[in-house]
């Protein structure tokens, strides 16, 4: 009697897999597909938010309109200007630039603390503090130097940044500093020592000498004496809208005045509608990747999303966006042209071009992304990425919901499936355990039968 040789672990592995094999299949390709779902829907997020950061970034420039200022004489001071500068020309004369309050006081060593109490600062814009110098020796030995008394005035409680106190040295001899931190008349710095004793601490004090006194700025829009007379405290003017200008130095009296030209920056309008166009491009490939048909001729694998309709309408949505018109008049105006692939193409010339005619059309078609104030093409846009992005309602955070839930009870699942293989698995492993000692005590008994009915052999 032969008997079949067998394994109970490995029969009992096989046959465990077998009963279980197609759920595991049918489990293993849906969580496959849902991680590969969930890492879409990451990669998407990501790019919808770049491309919105790239949007709130132009309209941050409050117009894609690029402008440039300078002066006819660079010498004379700086310019910057906005989008929301107008072009044009326009005349200044500096008179006088703001300046900030300074003195100098001598024969300060030696003082005796005797005659020390207490010394107030007071500015002309009505900001004043009180020096306590009873306090001053810091060496203790009984006299107050230039050091200690710029130490006091620094370190006093009202001293907010108000003046700043420092020691210079003339010859041998040393000098307290007094320098106000506001430029401008209101600046101006005086001292009340009607608390200190009479002495040379008093008298040094008293006679200080002032080497650049406080003014404001003084500058005429237009010719000098006839313009429009603009004084502050400050050397940086905004009077026209749109424009920073900041004095560097005063003018000869009777000279001409220097000319300011406002005008549209091409360079810089080129790159920021550049921007854009890239921006859009990146998203149009990260969409283009996940929409993809795929090509099964050679082998290309479609995208995770494309049977997906809501983002073939997204791109759809954001592809006529782009083509809207504003006033009549569109990105495609200005060079900015859509391509078979989804993709946007500039011309640069062709927008020089049309800002040559109508460069504030650009700044409209384009609008802005502000709250309240939304508009153009960045404002559509914005607006139904936010259908998107939002992190509470929009299409990204409640797909990713489904599918995280999904991965839950696939997860709950596998556990369930794992739980049936491994019953199963002990099951056929008792089974084919005590069959396999069945085969064996058989196999005995049939040795034996053999042994005691087999004929003797001869001899």
Do not use: C
């Not at 797909?399 to 696939?410: D, E």
């Amino acid at each position: 009697m032969t008997t079949t040789t067998f394994d109970p672990t490995s029969t009992a592995a096989s046959l465990a897999k077998a009963y279980t094999e197609a759920q595991q299949t049918l489990l293993t390709n849906q969580a496959t597909a849902a991680s590969t779902t969930a890492g879409a829907l990451s990669r998407l997020q990501s790019a919808l938010s770049d491309f919105d950061s790239a949007l709130t970034s132009l309209s941050a420039k409050k117009n894609v309109l690029a402008q440039t200022a300078a002066f006819s004489d660079p010498s004379v001071g700086t310019a910057s200007a906005s989008s929301a500068a107008t072009a044009g020309s326009y005349s200044f004369f500096v008179q006088q630039l703001a300046t900030a309050d300074q003195l100098s006081f001598s024969n300060l060593s030696g003082a005796s603390t005797a005659s020390a109490g207490t010394l107030k600062l007071n500015l002309a814009s009505g900001a004043n503090f009180t020096v306590n110098l009873t306090a001053a020796d810091l060496n203790g030995d009984g006299t107050l130097g230039a050091a200690e008394i710029a130490a006091a005035i620094n370190k006093a409680a009202g001293n907010t940044t108000l003046v700043t106190a420092s020691v210079v040295t003339v010859g041998n001899a040393s000098q307290l500093l007094l320098t106000s931190s506001a430029v401008g008349a209101g600046g101006a710095v005086s001292l009340d020592t009607s608390g200190l004793a009479n002495g040379v601490l008093k008298n040094s004090l008293d006679n200080g000498s002032r080497l650049a006194a406080a003014q404001d700025a003084i500058v005429w829009l237009g010719a000098e004496g006839t313009g429009l007379k603009l004084q502050q405290a400050s050397n940086t003017f905004s009077n026209v809208a749109g424009v920073s200008v900041t004095f560097n130095r005063a003018m000869p009296s009777g000279s001409a005045p220097v000319t300011l030209t406002v005008a549209t920056d091409s360079n810089a309008t080129v790159n920021n509608v550049q921007a854009f166009v890239t921006a859009y491009n990146t998203l149009n490939s990260v969409m283009g990747g996940l929409t993809g048909a795929g090509d099964a001729n050679h082998g290309g694998a479609a995208g995770v999303f494309a049977s997906d309709s809501g983002i073939r309408a997204l791109r759809d949505r954001l592809a006529n966006s782009v083509r809207k018109s504003v006033g009549g008049v569109s990105l495609a105006s200005y060079g900015v042209t859509g391509n078979r692939d989804g993709s946007l193409s500039l011309n640069t010339t062709k927008l020089q071009a049309k800002l040559a005619a109508n460069p504030d059309g650009l700044g409209a078609v384009f609008g802005s992304t502000s709250a309240g104030a939304s508009s153009g093409v960045l404002g559509d846009l914005d607006s139904y990425l936010n259908l998107w992005t939002n992190t509470a309602t929009g299409q990204i955070a409640q797909r990713q919901s489904s599918v995280s839930k999904l991965q839950s009870a696939l997860t709950a699942r596998q556990t369930a499936l794992d739980d049936q293989y491994n019953n199963a698995y002990q099951r056929y492993l008792r089974q084919f355990t005590q069959l396999q000692a069945l085969q064996s005590q058989m196999s005995q008994t049939t040795s034996m039968f053999t042994a005691l009915f087999s004929p003797p052999s001869a001899t």
